[in-house]
Each structure stands twice: as structure tokens, then as C-alpha cells.
């Protein structure tokens, strides 16, 4: 007699990313309780399976749902604020005093979700967040149903959340407590770069990290001048310094790596921590170029970020992959470096593993959470179709999701987001929009 579930899926292409390198063609996707129960082809799930709900997707690729390792969610409404301009000159002329004039948990609610609308729509099921005021990203990450990793920010100077790193940690650490039983949503530490934190609070997030074995990510080597200053007022480089503090291990991010050399390169593989690679925010603001080929090939864990929309403009991982795979192949100049079902994997289970989150989602395997994210293949900029794992990659598919699910439930239906509503999004920003333009 056939096993009643709750969902049934069936579709012309199922990308695992676990096994590696492998496309069934016209099978199925069984789901149940939130989880993935099986992929079998679709003439023997439709004999052994009754479900509440069947999908077909006669010209779509099921794949894991995209995570998004490296994000500032709110700043979502600074988008195009302050384009085409140097980083430090960004940060210290234009979107830090925006920050401080601005920021509160209304501007976070709001940016939070338009954010989250936006990564929904474009494939994106779990984001890690670094940004103030992480009490309300979390609030919106928990009504929406998408996943998060929130990293609350840590600095040793006022912010408009925290009066110091004292005060951030003691702010994060109850946040954590809130949330430590949250099936979606978890918190962890992000001293915010080494030219921000001192040593004496590295050190602390040291010893709660490893007690408590909680996540850390951080901003690192994002640009030779962080470096070179570095090297010039301590003596030490970014992951010497966080090797010495007991930072730097196999629970620590490290997003950005532009400037990379051997003996970097060595600690990171030694340490086992990862990287969080953001390439379009890196080439607009002129960052540099991280080496993944490189990085890939010490057998570090590269995962994809695409940094605030203040700095990419975009939150699609489809775009951000694209632009991975394109810039790896001209950084180490080897055409066949990061191919697109490297890239992929990239985009999911490398971003699962950075976040220590692989056991629950990041790949379609029986037991995991069913996060996923269909992808229209039947249109014009797709055909001829040789390699569906090709076109998701190098045709930047980000608007050809039609559906997602977190945990089994349905976020975006062909293309309608369900616990968001759009029109409100929008009107929000472009409220906010008049506000910083004076006009309301």
C-alpha cells in the first residue's frame, strides 16, 4: 500500500550537489515532515508514494536551496546610496554617517525584508547576516520561514546598537539564548574586522567560541591596504594575529580573503577555517580579486556571499556564482578552474560547511531539510540545452526560480511570495527612500 506524505515533487532535472557531479533526469523528490524522504525516479515514487501535494516541473531543475554565506540583510535600503566610490572612502564618508543618522529597528525591519523577499525570489533559502540591531533581522528571518544565521556585530567603539564590545557581546550573547532552540534560526559571533576589535575582545570571543563552540565570522584581508596597515602597526598579518588569539579555527569564516599569500593560505588550511567569498562586491568597490581556484585546491572550504546590497547591488546567489566561476578562471588564468557544478556546490553545500549547518540542508539527501529551490529551464535564454548544471550557472538564473520551500514549506509559488507581501516591501522602500532624500 502506498506511503501517505506531504509532498511529492516531480522534475525533468534533480541536482543532489551530493553525489558530486550528478543530474537524474525525470525523477522525484519525496518530502515529509519538513525533510527530504527520498529522490527515486518518478514512475517508482508515483507507485510507493500517496501525497497531500504533488508539483510538477516538466522543464524545471530541482535543486538545494541557495545559502548565502555573507550578508548585511538591512542595508538592503541603501542600495545605489553611494555608488563608485573606494571602500574606505564608502564606509567613512557615506554609509557610516548614513548608519548613524538612520538606523533603528524600524529601518531593520523593513530592510530586513525587502532583503528577504528579494533572496526568496531568487533562489536563496538560508543567509548569514552581520549587521545591528540582529534582534529584528532574526524577528523577520522567523516570520518568513527562510533560515538564518545571524552574526551579531561586534565592535570596540559606539554603534547604534552597542556602546562597545563589552556591551555588543553581553546584547549577542542573550540573543543566542533566545534563540537556542529555533529550528531556523541561530546566532553566532562576528567581530566585525581587526582594525575595529582589540585584542582583548578577540580573545574573549575566543573562549566563549570554543566553550560554547559557536560560529565566529569576521571581515578579513578585504583589501592589501588592510594588510599593509596591519603589517605596519603590529608587525603581524590578519590570520597571524587571529592564529595567536586562538580565532582562527574550523568555526571561524573568514569573509572577503582578497589578499591572500602562501603563508595565509597555509594557516587557513592548517586551521580549517573558511572563506566566504563575495566577488561582485569585491569588483565594485575595488577590493581585489580572492584566489578560490587557489584556495580550492589547499582544500580550503570556499563558500559565496553577496556582501549588502549597498555594496553588490544584488542579493541573487545565481549572479554571484556566475561571477565566482568567471573571475577564478581569470585570476589564476586556467579556463577550466571552477566549473559550474563547483560553483554550485559552492553556492549550497560549501555554504552549509561554512556555516555548520551541513548536517541539516545544503544537498537533497534523504534526511536532510527539505530546502529547495526550482528553476524554469524552458525558456529562450536557456536553449539549446546541453547541461542544465551549465545554464544555472552561467546563465545567472536567479530570475527563473519559480518556487522555493524551507523546511517542506512553500515561500515562493510560481514566483508569488507567500509570507511576505510584495507590494508592502516595496512601498516601505520607497518610503524610506524619501526620508533620506528629505522629501517625507
Known amino acids: 500500500m502506498p506511503q501517505a506524505i506531504d509532498t511529492l515533487i516531480h522534475a525533468r532535472w534533480i541536482v543532489p550537489v551530493i553525489p558530486e557531479q550528478k543530474v537524474y533526469e525525470n525523477c522525484s523528490l519525496a518530502v515529509h515532515d519538513g525533510k527530504i524522504l527520498a529522490l527515486l525516479p518518478t514512475a517508482e515514487a508515483s507507485a510507493r508514494y500517496t501525497p497531500q501535494r504533488e508539483v510538477n516541473l516538466e522543464r524545471h531543475a530541482l535543486i538545494p536551496g541557495l545559502i548565502n554565506s555573507h550578508n548585511h540583510t538591512p542595508m538592503a535600503l541603501l542600495r545605489g546610496y553611494a555608488d563608485d566610490r573606494p571602500l574606505m572612502e564608502w564606509l567613512e564618508q557615506h554609509i557610516w554617517p548614513a548608519e548613524q543618522q538612520w538606523l533603528h529597528p524600524e529601518f531593520i525591519a523593513d530592510g530586513s525584508r525587502l532583503a528577504v523577499a528579494e533572496m526568496l525570489r531568487s533562489g536563496t533559502t538560508t543567509f548569514a547576516d552581520q549587521y545591528f540591531f540582529p534582534e529584528a533581522t532574526a524577528l523577520v528571518a522567523r516570520e518568513t520561514g527562510i533560515r538564518a544565521q545571524i552574526a551579531f556585530p561586534v565592535l570596540d567603539f559606539p554603534t547604534p546598537w552597542s556602546r562597545d564590545g563589552e556591551d555588543a557581546l553581553q546584547k549577542g550573547l542573550a540573543l543566542r539564548d533566545s534563540y537556542r532552540s529555533h529550528e531556523r534560526i541561530g546566532v553566532v559571533f562576528a567581530p566585525h574586522a581587526p582594525y575595529t576589535v582589540g ?242
Open 199 to 440: 585584542d582583548t575582545t578577540l580573545e574573549k570571543i575566543a573562549v566563549y567560541a570554543a566553550e560554547a563552540q559557536i560560529p565566529v565570522q569576521m571581515h578579513l584581508h578585504e583589501t592589501a591596504g588592510e594588510v599593509e596597515r596591519a603589517l605596519a602597526e603590529t608587525g603581524e598579518r590578519p590570520t597571524e594575529r587571529l592564529q595567536r588569539l586562538g580565532l582562527l579555527g574550523p568555526q571561524t569564516l573568514c569573509v572577503h580573503m582578497t589578499a591572500v599569500n602562501e603563508r595565509d593560505i597555509d594557516l587557513l588550511q592548517q586551521s580549517g577555517a573558511h572563506v566566504a567569498h563575495c566577488p561582485r562586491s569585491n569588483l565594485k568597490l575595488a577590493s581585489g580579486f580572492c584566489p578560490t581556484a587557489r584556495l580550492l585546491e589547499a582544500g580550503i572550504n570556499v563558500a559565496l556571499g553577496t556582501d549588502g546590497a549597498a555594496s553588490n547591488n544584488s542579493q541573487d546567489l545565481f549572479a554571484e556564482a556566475n561571477s565566482a566561476a568567471l573571475l577564478a578562471k581569470a585570476v589564476s588564468g586556467d579556463a577550466a578552474a571552477l566549473p559550474a557544478h563547483q560553483a554550485l556546490a559552492m553556492a549550497t553545500i560549501h555554504g552549509a560547511r561554512a556555516l555548520g549547518i551541513d548536517g541539516v540542508t545544503g544537498s537533497l539527501e534523504p534526511g536532510k531539510s527539505a530546502d529547495l529551490v526550482a528553476i524554469d529551464l524552458g525558456g529562450l535564454e536557456q536553449q539549446p540545452l546541453h547541461d542544465p548544471v551549465s545554464q544555472l550557472i552561467y546563465t545567472a538564473c536567479g530570475h527563473n526560480v519559480t518556487d522555493v520551500w524551507v523546511t517542506g514549506k512553500p515561500l515562493l509559488v510560481e514566483r508569488q511570495l507567500q509570507t511576505l507581501n510584495e507590494a508592502e516591501v516595496i512601498q516601505r522602500a520607497r518610503m524610506w527612500r524619501d526620508r533620506m532624500a528629505g522629501l517625507g
